[in-house]
């Protein structure tokens, strides 16, 4: 999509923190960090949202989850803990419409869920 912020991302057409690329998805610092590791992993192919997933992106959706493990064991809070969200839709809180997953840690969460 040529007006998505995180395609251009993905396109080195805008700049961003890229802490991890492949072949199918980017990660990249939050402009806005609400902890001291906040990590955004998306994939590199425009898919809305969550609701956008079909069965052939199950592999991808599963590699999201894996490259969000593996980089919070590369900033040293996998053993502390950490959150992983993924914001769906208006009541999900979801701002940009490329479906990212949030990779949040380096202190206690505080918020509750809902
Ligand atoms: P969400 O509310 O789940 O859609 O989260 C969107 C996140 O994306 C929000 O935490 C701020 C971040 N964000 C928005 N625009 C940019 C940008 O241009 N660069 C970076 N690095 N992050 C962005």
Known sequence: MSNCIFCK???????AAIVY????????RDIHPA?????????????DSVNALTAEDESLA????TVAGQLAA????AETGYRVITNTGPHGGQ??????VHLIGGQ???HPMG
């Open 9 to 15: 991302i993905v396109r080195e057409e805008a700049p």
């Open 21 to 28: 690329r492949d072949e199918q998805v980017t990660a990249f």
């Open 35 to 47: 902890a001291p590791t906040h990590i955004l992993i998306v994939p590199n192919r425009h898919i």
């Open 62 to 65: 599963g590699h999201l989850l």
């Open 74 to 77: 590369r900033e040293g809070i």
């Open 95 to 100: 701002t940009v419409s490329h479906l990212h």
């Open 108 to 110: 206690p969460m505080r």
